[in-house]
C-alpha cells in the first residue's frame, strides 16, 4: 500500500520569499510517480508538478521545484518568489505507476498563506 | 477547451435520499476518476473506467454508491439511501489514453459538494 504524509497542517511566509511544502511517502513499490497539486478555495485540484521515480533530474515548473530524495522518500514543494495566490491547500500525491496518474493517493495536505 | 465539469455543485439532501452527481470529462479523454474529499482531508480514490469499463473500485464504495460510464463520455455517480457520513465534496478527474502524455496528469473538476442533513 501507498502512503503518503504532510507534517506541515499550516504554513506562512512573506510575499516574494521561497517556501518548502513537505512531502514524505512510502511505498514498497520500485515505480512510482509523485505529483503536487493546488487546491484554492474554488475547489478545483490544480496540477503543479510530476516526478517519476526513475527520473535522475529534480522536476522544475516556473516557480515550482520538486527536491526529489529517493533514499529519504521525500518529495518536497519549493516554491519560489512567493506570490498572494499562492495562498491555497497544497497536497502531495503518489500514484502506482511511473508514468500514469491512475488511482492517486493524496496526503492529508499543507495550508499555504502568503503574506503581504 | 472545455475542462471537467460537474453538476450540481451543490446538493443538500435528507438522510436516506438518493442523489446523483453527473461528470462530463474532457472530450478526447478516455480514462475517468471518481474521488471523496471530506473536510479538511486530502481527496480518497473511489472509482476508476477506462472508456466504459469500470476498472478498479476502492473499498470506499460501499453497496450504496454505484457509479457508470455507459457511453465511455460523461459519467454519474449514485448515492442511496445517504448518511450523514456521506457529506462531502465528490471530485470527478480525466486523463487522456496512457502514453500520450508524459506524466499522467488528472484534470480535475471544481467537485460537487453534498451535505446530507
Known amino acids: 500500500a501507498q502512503k503518503i504524509t504532510q507534517t506541515q497542517p499550516g504554513m506562512f511566509v512573506q510575499e516574494k520569499e521561497a517556501v518548502t511544502l513537505d512531502c514524505t511517502y512510502d511505498t514498497s513499490d520500485p515505480s512510482y510517480g509523485l505529483f503536487w497539486y493546488k487546491q484554492p478555495s474554488s475547489g478545483e485540484m490544480i496540477f503543479l508538478i510530476y516526478?517519476?521515480?526513475?527520473?535522475?533530474q529534480n522536476a522544475t515548473e516556473g516557480r515550482y521545484s520538486l527536491n526529489f530524495q529517493k533514499a529519504r522518500k521525500s518529495a518536497n514543494l519549493v516554491i519560489s518568489a512567493s506570490q498572494l495566490g499562492d495562498s491555497a491547500m497544497y497536497f502531495c500525491a503518489m500514484s502506482p505507476h511511473y508514468n500514469a496518474g491512475n488511482m492517486l493517493t493524496f496526503g492529508g495536505g499543507t495550508r499555504l498563506m502568503v503574506k503581504p | 477547451d472545455t475542462g471537467v465539469s460537474q453538476d450540481p455543485r451543490h446538493k443538500i439532501t435528507k438522510r436516506g435520499q438518493n442523489v446523483t452527481f453527473r461528470c462530463d470529462p474532457i472530450?478526447?479523454?478516455?480514462?475517468l476518476y471518481w474521488y471523496r474529499q471530506t473536510l479538511g482531508q486530502g481527496p480518497e480514490f473511489l472509482t476508476y473506467f477506462q472508456n466504459e469499463a469500470q476498472l478498479e473500485k476502492s473499498r470506499l464504495l460501499s453497496d450504496r454508491f454505484s457509479a457508470e460510464r455507459p457511453k465511455g463520455s460523461f459519467s454519474t455517480l449514485e448515492i442511496q439511501r445517504t448518511e450523514q457520513g456521506d457529506s462531502a465534496m465528490y471530485l470527478c478527474?480525466?486523463?487522456?489514453?496512457?502514453?500520450?502524455?508524459?506524466?499522467?496528469?488528472?484534470?480535475f473538476g471544481e467537485g460537487s459538494r453534498l451535505t446530507v442533513l
Open positions: 516526478q517519476g521515480s526513475y527520473d535522475q
Open positions: 472530450s478526447e479523454h478516455n480514462r
Open positions: 478527474a480525466s486523463s487522456p489514453p496512457s502514453g500520450s502524455v508524459d506524466t499522467g496528469e488528472l484534470f
